[in-house]
């Protein structure tokens, strides 16, 4: 009997696993939608709407194959140029899965007749536009997730600094897996123990770059992730901050709480400039 019980509650258990695993896979978790149908639109029957569709389509056969990739379609002036970039941390299934939502998704609701969009997931972003944006780094859209719980105020200006000085450090590093023959180009992830004054925590950071810009250009890029987490969050312990050509990402752990160490989580995004 009781092994029976075990036996039910592993098998529960592995369940539960698996059906949390597999909801991971089949879900990405969808954090924006950037696109603004009063300006820039083309009608249902334009060239251009059949363009985005041969062009997300070659988004979605690429994606098995890589963390990124960029395509541009058709002739002046209904040309489309789009691309997908995955977070460095999951799965080739998970990315594939992730750009087949968003390429879907993006032609949905106000996007359906608008020139250009920009999908952000946890797992992914898709964009398309019919102005060439490869090599180019923009400060916005941003989109944020973050917990809400947050730092003592007495801790947010070395966290800040502890921060930026991390990253500084990490751009070093992104510069030396630049090469999209890399198997996730621009991508370093970093955990480390942190003391600072009387008190120690683990910090866990993630950055990654857009592999069409140039090192110079993603260095600009994950600074300005870090100037816009730092105005943007609340102070948050764990947050995610994604701009059109780069990702940051951060967890800090073993820091006194009296709430659960994760909290819920919110999401900020704008248009536009950053945070
Ligand atoms: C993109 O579309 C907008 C709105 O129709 C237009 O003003 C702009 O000139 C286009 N840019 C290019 C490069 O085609
Ligand atoms: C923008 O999208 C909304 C919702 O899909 C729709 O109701 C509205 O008519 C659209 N506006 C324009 C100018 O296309
Ligand atoms: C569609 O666009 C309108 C006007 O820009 C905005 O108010 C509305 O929230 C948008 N709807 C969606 C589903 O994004
Ligand atoms: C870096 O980005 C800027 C736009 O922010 C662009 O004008 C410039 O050409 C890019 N540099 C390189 C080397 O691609
Ligand atoms: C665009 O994609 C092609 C094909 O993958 C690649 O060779 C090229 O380097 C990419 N260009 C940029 C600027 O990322
Ligand atoms: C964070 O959100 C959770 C769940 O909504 C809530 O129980 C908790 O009190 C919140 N914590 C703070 C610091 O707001």
């Known amino acids: 009997m009781k092994n029976f019980i075990r036996f039910s509650a592993f098998l529960f258990y592995f369940l539960l696993?698996?059906?949390?695993?597999?909801?991971?896979?089949?879900?990405?978790?969808?954090?924006?939608?950037?696109?603004?149908?009063?300006?820039?639109?083309?009608s249902q029957t334009s060239q251009y709407k059949s363009n985005r569709e041969t062009l997300l389509?070659?988004?979605?056969?690429?994606?098995?194959?890589?963390t990124y990739y960029n395509a541009t379609v058709g002739l002046s002036p209904d040309t489309?140029?789009?691309?997908?970039l995955c977070r460095g941390d999951i799965t080739k299934q998970s990315c594939s899965n992730c750009v087949k939502t968003a390429t879907l998704e993006i032609t949905k609701n106000?996007?359906?007749?608008?020139?250009?969009?920009i999908i952000f997931y946890q797992e992914c972003m898709v964009r398309y536009?019919?102005?060439s944006f490869l090599r180019i780094v923009e400060n916005g859209p941003w989109a944020a997730m973050y917990s809400n719980v947050s730092f003592p105020d007495s801790f947010l200006f070395p966290f800040r600094e502890t921060l930026s000085d991390k990253v500084e450090k990490l751009i070093i590093l992104t510069a030396s897996k630049s090469s999209l023959s890399s198997l996730t180009p621009y991508y370093v992830r970093d955990r480390n123990k942190v003391n600072e004054f009387d008190r120690s925590y683990t910090l866990d950071t993630m950055v990654q770059c857009s592999p069409d810009l140039d090192p110079a250009n993603c260095s600009v890029c994950l600074r300005l992730a870090v100037q816009g987490v730092s105005s943007c969050c609340n102070n948050a312990?764990?947050?995610q901050f994604f701009l059109p050509k780069c990702f940051l990402k951060y967890d800090t752990f073993?820091?006194?709480t009296t709430q659960s160490p994760s909290g819920s989580f919110s999401v900020h995004a704008m248009?536009?400039?950053q945070a």
């Open 17 to 42: 696993v698996s059906l949390l695993s597999h909801q991971t896979m089949s879900q990405p978790q969808h954090i924006h939608t950037f696109c603004d149908n009063l300006s820039e639109t083309f």
């Open 57 to 66: 389509s070659s988004l979605r056969d690429r994606s098995p194959l890589g």
């Open 80 to 84: 489309v140029h789009g691309m997908f």
């Open 110 to 117: 106000n996007c359906t007749y608008t020139k250009d969009a």
């Open 129 to 131: 536009s019919n102005v």
């Open 237 to 239: 312990r764990i947050a």
């Open 254 to 256: 073993g820091l006194p």
């Open 271 to 273: 248009k536009g400039e």
